[in-house]
């Protein structure tokens, strides 16, 4: 198996080779291994064989909004809407969403217990470290009764810690890298962990989680994300339709089985 600092390499690698091409000009989409590589390949494979996409798998740190707005992508597909708005702020810029696919549960996993009654006092439990994902978190944590967060959170406000209202069982938050979650769980209580990282780490989220997010209001959809420019290109279209397609949706659900979740009933 590829280490993380093998893929990184091979995918950076990968877009070097593909910017220094004179002749190739491939849409180039950068997306997570799991599930979002899988998706783009059954689109390119089964149901548009003919539409030229160049797929750079990548996990771990790289910033794959940066490597768009840079011009070495020119799409990518890993994120949900929140994420993106809080990486625009950052990167002072706009980009354009073309379609929504599935949502990845956000879940609790442990190897000490069986289940959330068995907390003890004092459990660790890791969250993931951005802004958005770290809200996401805490708001899961509350829904499975370990906490409560104050009142008084206007619509769209991102929790923090501070937040917290209520901890009757004491537990401590730790923050970590969300790539490094799966590796926390041995050293935690509890890991509270991004869908696609736990798929990548042989998780099976409808299964081995302890709670998973609803899927009913969910604003966490996943997202195909390239520039204003080409999001009138009629390769950006045409996958990005295939995307939000019943077909999609079918594949989701039979690949998946409830630990990705098709936004689109199909």
């Given at each position: ?16 080779a593909l910017a220094g091409s004179a002749t190739a000009a ?40 940066a490597l768009v707005l840079n011009g070495d992508a020119d ?78 959170l206007a619509d769209g406000q991102l929790a923090t810690p ?105």
């Amino acid at each position: 198996m590829l280490t993380l600092a093998r893929r990184t390499l091979i995918a950076v690698a990968a877009l070097a080779a593909l910017a220094g091409s004179a002749t190739a000009a491939p849409l180039r989409v950068v997306a997570s291994s799991v599930p979002h590589a899988e998706i783009l390949r059954f689109v390119t494979q089964k149901l548009a064989p003919d539409l030229d996409v160049a797929i750079i798998e990548i996990s771990g740190d790289i910033r794959p909004n940066a490597l768009v707005l840079n011009g070495d992508a020119d799409a990518n597909f890993f994120q949900h809407g929140p994420y993106l708005r809080s990486e625009e702020k950052q990167l002072g810029t706009t980009f354009a969403v073309t379609a929504a696919t599935h949502i990845e549960p956000l879940g609790i996993y442990s190897r000490k217990i069986g289940k959330l009654s068995e907390v003890p006092a004092g459990a660790t439990v890791a969250v993931p470290n951005n802004v958005t994902n770290l809200s996401r978190a805490l708001n899961l944590l509350q829904a499975s009764g370990l906490i409560t967060l104050k009142s008084g959170l206007a619509d769209g406000q991102l929790a923090t810690p501070s937040d917290i209202a209520d901890n009757p069982k004491a537990i401590s938050i730790v923050q970590v890298a969300p790539p490094q979650l799966p590796r926390s769980i041995d050293d935690v209580t509890l890991a509270v962990i991004n869908g696609n990282y736990a798929l990548e780490a042989g998780l099976t989220p409808a299964t081995d989680a302890l709670a998973l997010e609803k899927a009913e209001n969910n604003p966490y959809a996943n997202i195909f994300v390239t520039t204003p420019a080409l999001a009138t290109d009629p390769r950006v279209q045409r996958l990005s339709a295939l995307l939000a397609s019943p077909e999609v949706a079918a594949f989701i659900r039979e690949t998946y089985r409830g630990s990705v979740i098709a936004v689109h009933g199909g």
